[in-house]
């Protein structure tokens, strides 16, 4: 029914910048909440980003300032531009898409900061 396809990942440097990419297929993209989660090796999958279908977006506190995220409906994508990485920002990158109890999850896309 839908399928996310998480694109831009690679490696950078600390202070760099990077865009992650979301394609979605499948129909309903402007009615879906998007997000970005993330999960570093040995740890918790965390929510990053999420933006609603009317534009409304929530950051975690540890992006907050440094990571925004947006949605263009007419292309049925989400991007996810980071600036000022830090190490503690390398992890795998997932696309989330949710309309009520129904969720969608991408491949993944790694980002890794290097020091």
């Known amino acids: 029914q839908v399928q996310l396809v998480e694109s831009g990942g690679g490696l950078v440097q600390t202070g760099g910048s990077l865009t992650l990419s979301c394609a979605a297929s499948g129909s309903g993209f402007s009615s879906r909440t998007m997000a970005w989660y993330r999960q570093a090796p040995g740890k918790q999958r965390d929510v990053v980003a999420s933006?609603?279908?009317?534009?409304?977006?929530n950051y975690a506190d540890s992006v907050k300032g440094r990571f925004a995220i947006s949605r263009d409906n007419a292309k049925n994508t989400v991007s996810l531009q980071m600036n000022s990485l830090k190490p503690e920002d390398t992890a795998l990158y997932y696309c989330?898409?949710?309309?009520?109890?129904?969720?969608?999850w991408g491949q993944g896309t790694q980002v890794t900061v290097s020091s």
């Open positions: 933006i609603t279908p009317s534009g409304v977006t």
């Open positions: 989330n898409s949710r309309r009520g109890i129904v969720e969608y």
